[in-house]
C-alpha cells in the first residue's frame, strides 16, 4: 500500500510539473540590472534575466511588494517571495551572476506558499565569511522546485532548505562551504538529485532529512565533509529520520564523519562507490 501512495504522488507531482511547463511558454521575459529591478518585477508567470555582477539583497530591505517582503532575522532582514506561480529566476552563468545577502540569520531568499520556482545558472551565498545561520535558498509549502547549474556556498548554515515542499529537481547544482549541513529538509518528498556536488562542509549531520520519502541521488558526489570528531552530537553524513533515500551511481569520498548515517537500511546503494572515507565511531551507528 505504501509503495502504491509513493508512486501516485511521484505521478501527481510529475503531471502537475509537465502542466506548469506548459504554462511557462507565456510566461514574460524580463531583464534585471539592479535589486531594485528584481524586486519590482517579482510575480507570477514571468522569467526575470538578471545580469552579470553581485545582487546584495540586503540593499532592498526596506522594500515592499505586492509578491515580497522583507522579514525580520536576528540581526537584520531577509527576502521573503510569497504565493507567485511560474517564477523563473535566471543569471547569465556560475560566476557571472551571483546573489548574496549580509545578516548572518538571513537565508539569501526564502520562497513560500509557491507553485513552479525555477533558479538557475547563479551563484548565491553570504557575502560575509564566519558563522551564520541564515542559508542559502529555502523553501516552505512550496512545490515543484528546479535547480540547475548552480553554486550555492557558505558561510550560510546550509544550502538548501525546505519544510512541507514537495517535488524538487536539482541539477548540476554544487553546495559548498556551508557552516552546519548541506541541506536540511524537513516533511518534504520528491527530492531528485542529479549530477550534483557536496563539499567542503562541517559541523552537524550534513544531509539532514526529517519524515521525508522519495529521495533520490543520481550520479552525485559527496567529497570532504566532516563532523567534529569528539561525536559529542553523534553527527552523521546522512540523518535520515523518515523513508530510506536511494543513491545510484554516486562517490562518497575523503569525508570524516563520525557516522555514515543511523542505520544501513536508511540507505539504498547501487553502484556507488565509498572510498577513503574516514568514521569517526563506525560506518553506521546501530
Request: glycine fraction near 8%.
Given at each position: 500500500?505504501?509503495?502504491?501512495?509513493?508512486?501516485?504522488?511521484?505521478?501527481?507531482?510529475?503531471?502537475?510539473?509537465?502542466?506548469?511547463?506548459?504554462?511557462?511558454?507565456?510566461?514574460?521575459?524580463?531583464?534585471?540590472?539592479?535589486?531594485?529591478?528584481?524586486?519590482?518585477?517579482?510575480?507570477?508567470?514571468?522569467?526575470?534575466?538578471?545580469?552579470?555582477?553581485?545582487?546584495?539583497?540586503?540593499?532592498?530591505?526596506?522594500?515592499?511588494?505586492?509578491?515580497?517582503?522583507?522579514?525580520?532575522?536576528?540581526?537584520?532582514?531577509?527576502?521573503?517571495?510569497?504565493?507567485?506561480?511560474?517564477?523563473?529566476?535566471?543569471?547569465?552563468?556560475?560566476?557571472?551572476?551571483?546573489?548574496?545577502?549580509?545578516?548572518?540569520?538571513?537565508?539569501?531568499?526564502?520562497?513560500?506558499?509557491?507553485?513552479?520556482?525555477?533558479?538557475?545558472?547563479?551563484?548565491?551565498?553570504?557575502?560575509?565569511?564566519?558563522?551564520?545561520?541564515?542559508?542559502?535558498?529555502?523553501?516552505?509549502?512550496?512545490?515543484?522546485?528546479?535547480?540547475?547549474?548552480?553554486?550555492?556556498?557558505?558561510?550560510?548554515?546550509?544550502?538548501?532548505?525546505?519544510?512541507?515542499?514537495?517535488?524538487?529537481?536539482?541539477?548540476?547544482?554544487?553546495?559548498?562551504?556551508?557552516?552546519?549541513?548541506?541541506?536540511?529538509?524537513?516533511?518534504?518528498?520528491?527530492?531528485?538529485?542529479?549530477?550534483?556536488?557536496?563539499?567542503?562542509?562541517?559541523?552537524?549531520?550534513?544531509?539532514?532529512?526529517?519524515?521525508?520519502?522519495?529521495?533520490?541521488?543520481?550520479?552525485?558526489?559527496f567529497t570532504n565533509n566532516s563532523n567534529p570528531k569528539d561525536c559529542i552530537m553523534e553527527s552523521k553524513?546522512?540523518?535520515?529520520?523518515?523513508?530510506?533515500?536511494?543513491?545510484?551511481?554516486?562517490?562518497?569520498?575523503?569525508?570524516?564523519?563520525?557516522?555514515?548515517?543511523?542505520?544501513?537500511?536508511?540507505?539504498?546503494?547501487?553502484?556507488?562507490?565509498?572510498?577513503?572515507?574516514?568514521?569517526?565511531?563506525?560506518?553506521?551507528?546501530?
Open positions: 500500500m505504501e509503495n502504491k501512495l509513493s508512486a501516485r504522488k511521484i505521478t501527481v507531482v510529475a503531471s502537475l510539473a509537465l502542466f506548469l511547463s506548459l504554462q511557462n511558454l507565456f510566461a514574460q521575459d524580463i531583464t534585471a540590472n539592479s535589486v531594485a529591478d528584481i524586486l519590482k518585477n517579482i510575480g507570477s508567470d514571468r522569467t526575470i534575466t538578471i545580469g552579470a555582477g553581485k545582487y546584495d539583497f540586503s540593499q532592498g530591505s526596506e522594500e515592499s511588494g505586492e509578491f515580497f517582503a522583507y522579514e525580520e532575522v536576528y540581526n537584520g532582514k531577509e527576502l521573503v517571495i510569497s504565493n507567485v506561480k511560474n517564477l523563473t529566476i535566471r543569471g547569465e552563468g556560475i560566476g557571472k551572476t551571483e546573489l548574496v545577502t549580509l545578516p548572518t540569520y538571513g537565508n539569501v531568499i526564502v520562497f513560500k506558499n509557491c507553485v513552479n520556482i525555477t533558479i538557475e545558472n547563479l551563484t548565491a551565498g553570504h557575502g560575509p565569511k564566519g558563522e551564520c545561520v541564515g542559508g542559502v535558498f529555502k523553501f516552505d509549502n512550496t512545490s515543484v522546485m528546479n535547480l540547475k547549474n548552480l553554486d550555492l556556498y557558505g558561510s550560510g548554515i546550509n544550502g538548501l532548505q525546505g519544510e512541507n515542499s514537495h517535488g524538487l529537481t536539482a541539477e548540476m547544482v554544487t553546495i559548498r562551504e556551508c557552516t552546519y549541513n548541506l541541506m536540511q529538509f524537513t516533511r518534504c518528498s520528491s527530492l531528485n538529485f542529479k549530477y550534483c556536488s557536496f563539499k567542503d562542509t562541517q559541523e552537524f549531520d550534513l544531509v539532514d532529512l526529517n519524515g521525508c520519502e522519495m529521495v533520490y541521488f543520481n550520479n552525485c558526489t553524513l546522512f540523518k535520515i529520520g523518515g523513508s530510506p533515500i536511494y543513491l545510484n551511481s554516486c562517490t562518497i569520498s575523503e569525508n570524516r564523519v563520525c557516522y555514515l548515517a543511523t542505520y544501513k537500511r536508511d540507505l539504498i546503494l547501487k553502484n556507488t562507490k565509498l572510498s577513503k572515507n574516514k568514521f569517526h565511531k563506525r560506518e553506521y551507528e546501530k
